[in-house]
């Protein structure tokens, strides 16, 4: 087999024209082709008069050996480790997120059977406690868009895009795509999944793990985590169960407040780091098409378009889009009680009348203070209740057309877009979330993509406060082999610090797995 990249098809052309175009960039005869496959496709935009779609090739040819320079060999993405556990002892996983459940599945496949501990509920009963906060206002705290398996990005547009270049992902997209998710994820350049196809796919997953001799208990909250001589010796839960373990996995997400709460009161090593805060921007999706593909907004080829804007003001702070989601709907995302909190969500069609992104202001630990380590996550929880003040305490969320924000001015009336944020919204002036040097990066910022993105800061874009979940604003200290200096305890993913998405935490639960096998060895 060969592979073959910068395969260029004019988006008017078909893909079955794809062995022609192969056949005229290897200069042979389409007969020669015995198999084409795709590999990667991405769409070039940059010029709205001519659309293309970029491919990357899979192809078996009747003479390989005329092209030696790009066989490739087929290659098990699975990291295979070859050793049967010592302890009899089994692992516990904290948190059944991307990165919990991809290190269970490991640690599973290798015969470690472990135990995953998750303190929401199982997916279908956390889908139904989200649509009754959704509809009625009535919040769990303990199920809900943050909490229950699957973690926070079940409930959003279930995107497989990152920026870490590691082999471990395309075992990450396999393993998604075996369990359910569209094959189509496998080669495209910017793969999502949609919530509606997440909910099965992770189920499928925890079921995989269930067969190979893991268990996973909802419903159950690791209370504490018991160390002797500095290694870890057994946790406690929430039904006051106690499990003698030597190894733990913590797979929190980065919403897991009270579990950062208790690993600080356990001097658990763990430092400051940078995270962000601002709101949800929606747009027509309409108007986001006609924007990015020109003349071909409407064209039956392309998809829902995307959009991803950067900014840095003067003194070097960022600002940026984040977690767009085409065609999606803005999403009550609180785990508090008497706090609003907003994320995006879209399902695999990404059909939806809006376009929703976070825009985002970065915050620096220098930002803060005092000594404590916990003071990202205290000012997160003081701007979401700002926000819930705002909206008029009953968990509707404040909104402002983006043009009133820049100008300090409360919104009386919509324009085009109506706010899809429910159980409802309340205008208000947005302004007086942020500090004024908050503020002055966020309307610089704005500005800024309303030159980059036509229409980005006109008249009916829509604000919706606040976003303050992006990533977690601490991280869990590890050595080289992934360790707490706490032996045997292990942070991962997102929550302590080391992921940034589905796909960034899914990787960190494997390696995470992996180095405990490594360790063990």
């Known amino acids: ?61 009747k003479n390989e050996n005329n092209f030696k320079d790009l066989i490739i060999e087929e290659k098990d993405s699975y990291p295979h480790i070859e050793h049967k556990r010592k302890s009899d002892k089994r692992p516990v996983i904290v948190g059944a997120g991307p990165c919990g459940l991809f290190a269970g599945l490991v640690l599973a496949r290798e015969g470690y059977k472990p135990i995953i501990f998750e303190q929401g509920k199982d997916v279908d009963e956390r889908k139904k406690d989200i649509d009754k906060f959704w509809s009625e206002g009535k919040l769990n705290p303990l199920s809900n868009v943050q909490f229950g398996e699957g973690g926070a990005g079940t409930f959003s547009d279930g995107k497989l895009t990152t920026l870490i270049n590691n082999p471990l992902c395309d075992y990450v997209l396999e393993e998604f795509e075996r369990c359910g998710a569209p094959e189509e994820i496998l080669y495209e350049a910017h793969p999502h999944v949609g919530t509606d196809n997440l909910i099965n796919v992770i189920k499928n997953i925890r079921n995989k793990i269930i067969d190979l001799g893991g268990e996973v208990f909802f419903d159950e909250k690791i209370i504490d985590i018991n160390f002797s001589d500095n290694k870890i010796t057994s946790i406690k839960t929430s039904k006051d169960k106690t499990v003698e373990t030597d190894t733990v996995i913590l797979a929190i997400g980065h919403s897991s407040r009270q579990t950062f709460e208790l690993l600080k009161d356990k001097n658990i090593p763990m430092i400051k780091k940078p995270f962000s805060v ?14 990015q593909y020109g003349k071909y907004f409407d064209h039956e080829l392309l998809k829902a378009a995307e959009y991803k804007l950067s900014y840095h003001d003067d003194e070097n702070r960022g600002v940026y889009t984040f977690c767009m989601c085409p065609g999606g709907v803005v999403v009550a995302s609180a785990s508090e009680e008497g706090r609003v909190v907003t994320n995006g969500m879209s399902y695999y069609k990404r059909d939806g009348e809006n376009a929703n992104s976070a825009i985002l202001v970065s915050i620096l630990p220098e930002d803060f ?13 003081e701007l979401e209740e700002k926000a819930y003040n705002l909206g008029g305490k009953n968990y509707n969320a404040p909104v402002q057309l983006i043009r009133d924000y820049l100008n300090n001015k409360v919104t009386t009336k919509l324009g085009r877009v109506t706010p899809s944020y429910k159980p409802g919204y309340t205008f208000a002036d947005l302004n007086e979330l942020f500090s ?86």
């Open 1 to 61: 087999m060969i592979r073959v990249k910068d395969i260029k098809i004019s988006i008017n052309a078909k893909e079955q024209n794809l062995k022609k175009a192969l056949a005229r960039k290897l200069k042979i005869y389409e007969d020669e082709i015995l198999d084409v496959s795709i590999y990667k496709k991405s769409i070039d935009a940059r010029n709205k008069d001519d659309i293309i779609f970029t491919y990357t090739l899979n192809a078996k040819l």
């Open 278 to 291: 601002g709101f949800r921007a929606e747009h027509l999706q309409s108007d986001i098409n006609k924007s």
């Open 369 to 381: 203070t005092s000594d404590d380590v916990l003071e990202g996550m205290h000012f997160q929880r």
């Open 436 to 521: 004024d040097k908050l503020n002055k990066s966020l309307h610089e910022g704005i500005k800024y993509f309303g030159r980059k993105l036509k229409g980005f800061d006109d008249n009916d874009g829509v604000l919706t406060g606040v976003e303050t979940r992006s990533s977690s604003p601490i991280r869990i200290l590890r050595d080289d082999n992934f360790e707490s200096e706490i032996k045997g305890l292990y942070p991962a993913g997102e929550g302590c610090g080391y992921a940034g998405g589905i796909m960034s935490a899914a990787v960190d639960g494997i390696k995470v797995a992996i180095a405990i096998i490594e360790n063990e060895k």
